[in-house]
């Protein structure tokens, strides 16, 4: 019987020892002290022994049992520590690589969205002059978008604007219909209902017509700009768009010229065109010009309108695409790659989200 108790000792040790892993050493354990293993079936035996026999075998095999445990506990401690070990060797990381490359081999790497992109430098150029960001809803009431703005219920601007209307609310008797906005404008309004000047706001947003060509869209991007202070005047409007298309398209000698031109809210009115070569497409050189946004000094009646003294107060706004600066500046051909969530296309204009827009990429 010792002997029998010896040698599984000997064994169940030496077989401890060699477990290479918690699973080997899991299966030494019910080998030894399993349903079935070798120690239980010595402690089975223990009830056909005679009394005196049954207290001294009884208490060797019990020994035998937390020997085992005991040697099961320390070699399971050391594996453990062992496969953290291994682990930690094998996810160490150098926190001081630097990032990955964009995109990275292999990987679906997500990027910025061109039109994203944009307005992340439109707030932050904008931003650097004082402008805060101000916003409105997308389905807009008649007043807001048009009659505010100085183009009442026969203007022939209202045709100009293809627009999205929607049905009357049942109670709203015959009041106009609202509308999908057709620009950022009437956040002007609001923006001066809500606030006392003075005021400088950029207003990036969704504007709806109904178009659909190669330039045009259904849904479009637009921003929006408003500066109402006390002596806010034109040389205002033209060092600051002047400054901002430079600074956006990057060339420090852009040319820069404002044209008059008509838009029932602004008195008087002015189209800025940049300078560009018409054949390469080229902007900066060229000798040609490309009309490029609207703006002028905000009709009196306008700011009457929204509650604004125009005695006291007068002031500059501005309008452009977003996907129209953004196909300029990139050289974008077509602007229905836009929505159509290619990831072709957002991989070769798209901009990685770890080298967020700065002030010193600008010119
Ligand atoms: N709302 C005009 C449009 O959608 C753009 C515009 C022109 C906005 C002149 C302005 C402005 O604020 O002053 O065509």
């Not at 599984?8 to 899991?26: G, K, N, P, Y």
């Not at 409105?136 to 009659?147: K, L």
């Not at 100009?160 to 906005?181: C, E, I, N």
């Not at 940049?274 to 010009?289: H, M, P, V, Y």
Request: hydrophobic share 40%; net charge negative.
């Amino acid at each position: 019987m010792s002997e029998a108790l010896d040698t599984i000792r000997d064994e169940t040790e030496a077989a401890i020892a060699a477990a290479a892993d918690l699973r080997a050493l899991d299966a030494v354990r019910v080998a030894a002290l399993g349903k079935s293993g070798r120690v239980t079936g010595l402690l089975k035996t223990l009830g056909a022994l005679a009394p005196e026999e049954r207290r001294s075998f009884g208490a060797a095999v019990n020994a035998l049992k937390g020997e085992v445990e005991r040697a099961l506990d320390q070699r399971r401690t050391a594996l453990e520590a062992a496969a953290l070990e291994a682990r930690l060797a094998a996810e160490r990381m150098d926190v001081s690589l630097p990032p990955r490359p964009f995109p990275s081999a292999g990987a679906e790497a997500g990027a910025i969205h061109p039109i994203s992109r944009t307005m992340e430098e439109l707030i932050a150029l904008f931003g650097a002059m004082g402008f805060a960001v101000a916003e409105g809803p997308d389905i807009e009431g008649d007043w807001y978008n048009f009659t505010a703005l100085n183009i009442p219920a026969h203007h022939p601007a209202r045709q100009d604007h293809d627009t999205f209307y929607l049905p009357a609310p049942k109670s709203g008797g015959d009041s106009p219909r609202p509308v999908l906005r057709t620009h950022t404008s009437p956040v002007q309004i609001r923006t001066m209902l809500a606030q006392e000047p003075p005021i400088r706001v950029i207003v990036p947003g969704r504007t709806w017509r109904a178009d659909h060509d190669a330039t045009h869209s259904p849904m479009f991007h637009q921003v929006e700009g408003l500066v109402i202070g006390r002596d806010i005047t034109l040389g205002h409007l033209k060092g600051c768009l002047t400054d901002f298309l430079r600074a956006f398209f990057g060339i420090a000698d852009l040319p820069v010229r404002f044209r008059s031109s008509y838009f029932p809210f602004t008195e008087p009115s002015m189209e800025v065109d940049i300078g560009w070569n018409r054949k390469t497409g080229e902007l900066g050189a060229g000798g040609d010009w490309l009309e490029i946004l609207g703006s002028g000094m905000v009709h009196p009646k306008v700011l009457a309108n929204a509650g604004v003294d125009p005695k006291v107060w007068q002031g500059f706004a501005f309008g452009m695409g977003i996907e129209r600066i953004t196909m300029l500046k990139h050289g974008i051909p077509d602007l229905r790659p836009f929505y159509e969530a290619d990831l072709r296309w957002l991989r070769h204009y798209g901009t990685s989200p770890l080298s967020p827009f700065n002030l010193h990429d600008a010119a």
